[in-house]
């Protein structure tokens, strides 16, 4: 029987997860890493003491892909699909992981070990494998394989050893994002989920009711705004109380309510939100093809683009090892 290289995932956004799922399908030893708390990346959900709940990072995902589709409709309740209360504006179907972003993702690990709070800090190829750094810790990981499913600017640092590869992943560009997560003190009867039709000077791209999303607390009454790439550009280092001062008026105009409606607010910078230029392939490689790329940086096209990326590798690896 032929052995399968052994697989790191750095990344457990849903590149990482949809790769690694698959390979661990076809029988490849996998391994995922994440430097954060919890498993999705910029499918993120934060939750307060309070109970509010708040998709703060992508707040919905198309599924063009026909393997998409259906690795969503396997997932159950945990992925539901959301026509939003939009007004005037022709609404659009969109997919939300139910009752948080994430939920898909986390019932699709299933088995695949994975280590939480684990940031991979350099790769070094170590007798014909890699090995793996971790940050603040004496232990390394060792791996044939490895797929960087980050951020590309981030997967960028960690490729530093294949300079082709390194500035490949460089020239992927990302548009940054201040979100705020709002909490109003009481419920406003506002007759749209969702406001995306904003002139063209308003620092806002898009605010939503989480309640409005199946699956989540009816009693939420939560919203969040996104700013537009534009001023989150030009905003970029400003503090998160400067984001929130700057960026609360246009809510409160929009969903008609009082500065007194508002409760605690919170903001969070998205340095990496999405692509503006991706690479235009589904995934990048080494020349020895044991270290690779993959993420909405190569396609493009948010979530959907990053599992387009995801599939394709894994497609590639088990044909190449199977
Ligand atoms: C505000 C916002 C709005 C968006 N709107 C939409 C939308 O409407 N529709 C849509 O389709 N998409 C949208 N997106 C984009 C969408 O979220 C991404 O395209 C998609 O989630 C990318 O998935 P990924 O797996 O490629 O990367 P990520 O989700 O970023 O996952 C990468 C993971 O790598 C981890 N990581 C990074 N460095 C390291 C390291 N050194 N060691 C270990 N782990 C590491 C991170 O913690 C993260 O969990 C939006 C994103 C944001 C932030």
């Known amino acids: 029987m032929v052995s399968l290289p052994k697989v790191a995932v750095v990344g457990a956004g849903v590149a990482g997860i949809s790769c690694a799922t698959q390979l661990h399908a076809a029988g490849f030893p996998v391994q995922l890493f994440d430097k954060s708390r919890g498993l999705g990346g910029r499918l993120a959900t934060r939750r307060w003491p309070t109970g509010h709940a708040f998709d703060h990072g992508a707040p919905h995902f198309a599924a063009a892909d026909n393997t998409f589709t259906a690795a969503l409709t396997a997932a159950g309740d945990a992925a539901q699909r959301w026509q939003p209360r939009t007004g005037d504006v022709p609404a659009t179907d969109h997919w939300v992981g139910a009752p948080r972003m994430n939920t898909w993702l986390k019932k699709q690990v299933g088995e695949i070990p994975f280590q939480l709070n684990t940031t991979i800090k350099a790769l070094n190829p170590v007798d014909g494998e890699w090995s793996l750094g971790i940050e603040k810790r004496k232990a390394t990981a060792h791996a044939d394989i490895v797929v960087l499913a980050t951020p590309a600017p981030q997967a960028a640092v960690l490729a530093e050893a294949d300079a082709a590869l390194a500035s490949q992943l460089s020239a992927i560009d990302y548009a940054p994002c201040w979100a705020l997560m709002l909490a109003l003190t009481d419920h406003v009867s506002s007759p749209?989920?969702?406001y995306s039709d904003f002139p063209a000077d308003s620092p806002l791209a898009w605010l939503g009711r989480n309640a409005g999303k199946p699956g989540r607390d009816v009693d939420n009454t939560g919203w969040v705004a996104h700013a537009t790439a534009a001023w989150s550009t030009d905003n970029l280092e400003i503090t998160t109380d400067a984001a929130i001062a700057r960026l609360i008026p246009a809510v409160i105009e929009t969903l008609g309510v009082k500065r007194d409606d508002l409760g605690k607010t919170q903001a969070h910078r998205w340095r990496y939100s999405t692509v503006r230029t991706p690479a235009g392939v589904p995934y990048l490689n080494n020349d020895?093809?044991?270290?690779?790329?993959?993420?909405?940086?190569?396609l493009g096209g948010g979530v959907d683009g990053a599992y387009r990326s995801a599939s394709a590798l894994a497609?590639?690896?088990i044909t190449a090892h199977t």
């Open 192 to 194: 749209q989920d969702v």
């Open 288 to 298: 020895a093809k044991t270290l690779f790329a993959i993420g909405d940086g190569c």
């Open 315 to 317: 497609a590639a690896l």
